[in-house]
């Protein structure tokens, strides 16, 4: 299916636990970002990716480790889960970035993450 | 740097009253604008866009926004609110600098539509 898919939809973990939250686009997509979604706080983002191979940290990294050895794929590791990393997060992906500026985004339905 | 204020973080309007979700933003480059909705449990859903062509700017469902440069803001109106419109709605501000397509979030305005 076309489109920006994220598994799995929810998910409970236990604290300490390493978790990894998949994102795969089949647009071909040169940048995709990942959002986790908190009341009070919108949306923010973790970490984001311009090209495969290339990552870089967004507003609040820490807790948290991305790959992007492929351009459809952008996983998101918790590498030991804390209670506070309970959240929706939100993977997107958008054009390249050339003019005009079409920087639309497209996002994913969202995963669900409890940490217990 | 980029940021964006959604001045109220709920609205209730009346269906068939219209609707008004403010935003301003700031940005050191030219930036595109967006307003996104998110219906309970759904990712989000993009409304309208603003890069740079026409100022108003109108988006699916009756919604429309006018990009007011002088204002800095990028206000989201609708004639006729329907109760399929309530839902949360962010307004997003990207520019085209070295940083990439960094996209920055409003906090969110939860729009209730009564009855």
């Known amino acids: 299916d076309a489109g920006i898919t994220q598994s799995p939809r929810y998910k409970i973990t236990e604290t300490g636990r390493q978790v990894t939250l998949m994102c795969h686009q089949t647009?071909?997509?040169?940048?995709m970002f990942w959002y986790r979604q908190d009341l009070g706080h919108g949306l923010r983002l973790i970490y984001y990716s311009a090209a495969a191979d290339i990552t870089d940290k967004g507003e609040v990294p820490d807790g948290y480790v991305v790959s992007r050895s492929k351009t459809e794929n952008f996983p998101l590791t918790l590498e030991s889960a804390t209670r506070s990393q309970t959240s929706v997060y939100f993977c997107a992906s958008s054009f390249d970035r050339a003019p005009p500026l079409n920087t639309e985004a497209f996002f994913g339905q969202g995963t669900r993450l409890t940490v217990v | 740097a980029q940021s964006v204020t959604q001045l109220d973080s709920h609205v209730s309007v009346s269906e068939g009253t219209p609707v008004l979700l403010r935003c301003n933003y700031s940005?050191?480059?030219?930036?595109?604008l967006f307003w996104y909705v998110q219906h309970p449990n759904k990712g989000l859903q993009l409304l309208l866009k603003?890069?740079?062509?026409?100022?108003l700017v109108k988006g699916i469902n009756g919604f429309e926004a006018e990009f007011k440069k002088s204002e800095t803001s990028f206000h989201l109106t609708k004639p006729s609110a329907h109760m399929s419109d309530a839902a949360e709605y962010f307004c997003?501000?990207?520019?085209?600098?070295?940083?990439?397509?960094?996209?920055?979030f409003g906090g969110g305005t939860r729009l209730m539509v009564k009855p």
């Open positions: 647009w071909s997509h040169s940048y």
């Open positions: 940005s050191s480059y030219s930036p595109s």
């Open positions: 997003v501000v990207t520019s085209n600098n070295n940083a990439g397509n960094m996209l920055t």
């Open positions: 603003y890069t740079s062509a026409a100022t």
